[in-house]
């Protein structure tokens, strides 16, 4: 079965500041890989996804991510954090389709004025 | 726009009352889920359709039931709700093999 794990339950940076956000994945065959955002009472918002192909994905808001099968890894990055991204970030694994997601338990991000 | 929409978006229920949430979708997507999501942790799947097949996860349990009366629309029907219902409640949808798309979430309180 998949799994993913998100090591970092909170994080806290100051506007304009990078940001890393760390996923590892456990899943037999070429996963399929999701970044979803969610803000406090709503629903979540896809960032990027990756299926196959080029391993540097990008996604919305100035989002990206990048997959390394050697370290199992799908680390999503922003080069430089705006307020308005505080919000929970979930790194997801698709099995054989996406049609069944895991979802890692979270990482909450702060950012600091 | 293209989207999930659910209603409520808030609900009240009683402790054993009956309570039905409602999705609905714009997108035409064959594939409809079903998440509970409790305070502070990751969104968990309850069931999803593709199409009018029912899958219903392993854990889920007796008292949550879903129906899917055409592609636009589902219902997540709690027969007797508990305390420990009270979660966010999430519809999704996708096309198979294609990534999910969530609608805003019915947050359910029971007193």
């Known amino acids: 079965a998949q799994s993913v794990t998100q090591p970092d339950i909170h994080i806290t940076v100051s506007e304009g500041a990078s940001l890393e956000l760390r996923c590892n994945y456990s899943y037999g065959a070429t996963p399929y890989l999701f970044w979803y955002v969610q803000s406090p009472g709503q629903g979540l918002q896809l960032l990027l996804k990756?299926?196959?192909?080029?391993?540097l994905v990008q996604g919305i808001k100035g989002f990206e991510a990048e997959f390394k099968r050697s370290q199992s890894s799908f680390n999503l990055r922003k080069p430089s954090v705006h307020w308005s991204d505080a919000a929970e970030y979930f790194c997801a694994v698709g099995a054989g389709t996406a049609s069944k997601l895991t979802f890692g338990t979270g990482t909450r991000l702060q950012v600091t004025l | 726009d293209a989207m999930v929409i659910q209603n409520p978006r808030y609900q009240v229920t009683q402790f054993g009352k009956p309570v039905t949430l409602s999705c609905s979708q714009t997108?035409?997507?064959?594939?409809m889920y079903w998440y509970q999501q409790k305070s502070s942790q990751a969104p968990k799947l309850l069931f999803h359709y593709y199409d009018k097949d029912f899958n219903n996860e392993a854990d889920t349990p007796d008292n949550f039931q879903s129906r899917r009366p055409n592609t636009s629309f589902c219902f997540l029907d709690i027969r007797s709700p508990g305390l420990g219902d009270a979660a966010m409640y999430l519809c999704?949808?996708?096309?198979?093999?294609?990534?999910?798309?969530f609608g805003p979430g019915t947050r359910l309180t029971v007193t």
């Open positions: 997108l035409n997507h064959n594939v």
């Open positions: 999704a949808t996708s096309r198979v093999g294609y990534e999910q798309y």
């Open positions: 990756y299926f196959s192909g080029d391993t």
